[in-house]
């Protein structure tokens, strides 16, 4: 048996008291879980600390925390692992982020997780009559959206999203995975209806910003933002949705750009990303940003010539790749998840 | 040392001064660049979006360049932008996780006489600091601490996360180096919020007041910490943070103002260069009307 020092936020909202830090020193195996020490916290100490649990074993999704400012599952984080990841010596528990808190390490699920989940349609909608018995797929379709069912909706990629945190609305990691489940079910008959309404929301699928926080944060593997990726090149690249908020058309003018010029040419990405320099989409935005262009040019960071020439050109090995990769009817899209890595003989390489 | 040198676009474009110091600091520090002038963009997570497999093949025709400068006597190759780490990482751990796909692409690179070999190593400026020059090293080459300067660390998501996939571990807190260096070129590292988060640089064209906002929140959260400037190791971060911050601060509906350096600029003030060489002029929030360099640092050396 060790010490340990939980250090818990405890925060009731309607005693109109500020948030307060309280440390409790609990007495456990090193390879018992932070959930382990709470509860003996709560057991021995102090009967009115606030933790929602249940099945203890990572499967249940209750006991999302903050633990030393990461969001985990309390119930699968060891109390020696947590330790070293502690400033000071001290584990430091805190309820999840981007809900409001409705005691101590317990959050409104309601309020922000599940009123998210709710917006994709979380359900099967097959086309037509349903078959005599049941729906017959081939498993390689399903194996890929397997990845996706893994989430227990413990909302920990919800706690730290980034977007999220500046704007509420953004419908979110969790919610934009579910409803990859449903656009990559070949049962479902509504693929192009959900890619447009989340494609179109100007808090959908195109407000990521690629922050990696949900593929850090899940602790199933989930990966939300990959899923989200998905989303947008099936709405872009299959469907063709021409989407209100510039998504498709930026990831287009990204791709051009790079086929012409070899090296970004950001001058022409801000305008063509908004329909090209004379396009009435374009032209109060390039307003709105004059100021920003005329500091950078007077600053020297662009000259005339160099925002409307082109200096680089994209070599023909690059044109030539362009033709032959993106043109091509198929792309080999390998998927980790679905492929594994395969065995390596040598050491790896990420640290030589 | 001898590099592969991939300076990235924006570098070279909308971020010269980054590119310039670079150049300034490599021959202080013995680094031989060697520049990759034929690779091409790496797609910054975008092209990846939308054509995995031409992301892949044309990271895998920038590894094949560099690996042919290794077997010229360059021990690794190198960067200087997060984003081309990160979204390199990622081509690359597809493309060495498989035989077959790896394959598949190298026979688009065949026509070119161009082969990626598995497993080649890709550094970040930052990370060559710690794991290859060494910080007692830098630290022996510093001309002019940045004695009381208070420094805000900005990583920018692609080089700090995910950590498995960018090889961050208990042996290589590649998430901490910032804070380290800063600390070894003598300022002092700002402990604030903003840190690891986003700059919401991504999202400008498709949702701009929730990019900005993210922009304006980081430097807000480095401004009430009380940082004279921030560092970041990312051009497309400071394309938000300093090119933007006038339209972030409106965003946030505060004044900022905060000087938003360059790794390689804030390596070569310590490591002696005058401001005005490390392009500190082309800056937004220009750092020499912000921070008076000649009493805070430059004193100090004196």
Known sequence: MSEYTLRIRRYTPESGEAARWRDYTIDLDGHRSVLDGILQARDRQDGTIGIRCSCRAAICGSCGVRINGKPALACHTHLDRALAGASEGVITVEPMGNMPVIKDLIVDMDAVHWKKIQRVTPWLLPEGDPPEREYIVPPESMIDITQTMACIQCGACVSDCLSMEVDPLFVGPAALAKAYRFVGDPRDGQHYERLYNLAEDPHGIYSCTHCFNCIEACPKGVAPMSQIMRLRRLAGSRFAIDDENNGHRHELAFVHNIAKNGLLHEADLLPDSYGGKFHPRAVPELLDSLPVILRALARRKVTPAGALLHRHKAPPEVKRIFKQVHDAESSYELNLYVTGVEEQTEEGSVHS | ?302
Request: charged fraction near 20%; charge should be negative.
């Open chain 2, 1 to 302: 040392m001898k590099v592969a040198y991939w300076p990235g676009c924006v570098s070279r474009g909308f971020t010269p001064e980054l590119h310039g110091s670079m150049a300034k600091i490599a021959p202080l520090l013995d680094i031989e660049l060697v520049q990759l002038d034929r690779a091409s963009c790496c797609g910054a997570g975008v092209i990846a979006e939308h054509d995995q497999e031409l992301a892949d093949t044309l990271n895998a025709r920038t590894f094949a360049l560099a690996q042919q400068e290794i077997a010229n006597g360059a021990e690794l190759m190198m960067n200087i932008c997060s984003t081309c780490q990160g979204a390199q990482t990622e081509c690359q751990q597809r493309l060495d996780a498989s035989t077959p796909y790896r394959d598949h692409v190298n026979a688009t690179l065949a026509d070119e006489g161009l082969r990626y070999e598995r497993g080649i190593t890709n550094k970040h400026l930052l990370w060559l600091l710690v794991e290859e020059i060494g910080l007692d090293e830098v630290a022996r080459r510093v001309k002019r601490p940045l004695t009381n300067l208070r420094v805000g660390p900005f990583y920018g998501c692609y080089i700090v996360r995910p950590t498995a996939r960018l090889g961050i571990d208990d042996a290589h807190p590649r998430d901490r180096y910032l804070e380290l260096l800063i600390e070894t070129l003598g300022g002092t590292v700002v402990d604030y919020a903003g840190s690891h988060k986003c700059c919401g640089f991504p999202i400008i064209t498709m949702n701009k007041e929730a990019s900005l906002k993210q922009a304006g929140r980081n430097v807000g959260d480095a401004i009430d910490a009380n940082a004279d400037c921030m560092v970041t190791p990312c051009p497309l971060c400071h394309l938000n943070l300093d090119l933007q911050q006038p339209l972030a601060a409106r965003a946030v509906g505060r004044e900022l103002g905060m000087p938003v350096l360059h790794l390689p600029q804030l390596l070569g003030l310590a490591l002696g260069l005058e401001p005005k060489e490390l392009g500190f002029g082309k800056h937004v929030v220009k750092p020499s009307t912000v921070i008076d360099w000649s009493t805070s640092v430059v004193a100090a050396a004196a």
